[in-house]
């Protein structure tokens, strides 16, 4: 058997990242990740300090890194099912009626969506899984600290004329994400 060696700096795979190879699980809201079709990679940006100087200031690295937010597209079950189950996490959070609703959220005894009880079932950790082009995972992206802070409306139109299933997005931040290799065991 021979052995390929490397050229470094040389490109092994050569395939090229799918659009639709992920899988997404958010632990608080299980039936949103299963209707999920589309889901983005937050950017991030470092913040900079600037050196004063008396020709021109110098840029220098800051401390402090900028997530942007998560967004997810996924498409409405006909019973309301997993966009309610965003909606009574975001009412649950804000309380808009009563204090009864935050209360309510609170007893949620589910395990799964249940976190430790000091981050007062706030949040929920989320993963997104990347697969390459045979769809085997190769990445694992860890969201800490989910919640959702955006829900998007509706919408209903009786003058189209094809089946267009209908769709909601969701907004999260988070405190944190981190990616990670998948390796998987060759026989």
Not at 143 to 169: H, K, M, R, V
Request: aromatic share 12%; proline share 6%; hydrophobic share 35%.
């Amino acid at each position: 058997m021979a052995v390929r060696k490397t050229i470094p700096g040389q490109i092994e795979n050569r395939n090229f990242l799918s659009p639709v190879g992920f899988n997404f699980q958010v632990n608080r809201a299980p039936t949103v990740s299963y209707f999920g079709n589309s889901i983005n990679i937050p950017g991030m940006s470092l913040g900079i300090a600037e050196q004063p100087n008396y020709l021109t200031n110098i840029p220098l690295p800051g401390d402090k890194i900028d997530f942007q937010d998560l967004t997810l597209r996924f498409l409405i079950d006909e019973g309301l099912e997993n966009y309610m189950e965003i909606q009574k996490w975001i009412r649950g959070i804000g309380f808009p009626e009563s204090l009864s609703e935050i209360y309510d959220f609170q007893k949620d005894d589910d395990p799964i969506k249940q976190p430790e009880r000091s981050q007062l079932n706030l949040y929920s950790d989320g993963t997104l899984t990347i697969l390459d082009s045979n769809h085997i995972s190769k990445f694992k992206i860890v969201f800490e600290n989910l919640f959702p802070y955006s829900l998007g409306n509706i919408e209903f139109d009786a003058t189209q004329t094809d089946i267009e299933y209908l769709t909601a997005e969701v907004s999260f931040k988070y405190s944190m994400y981190n990616i990670t290799e998948i390796h998987h065991i060759c026989d």
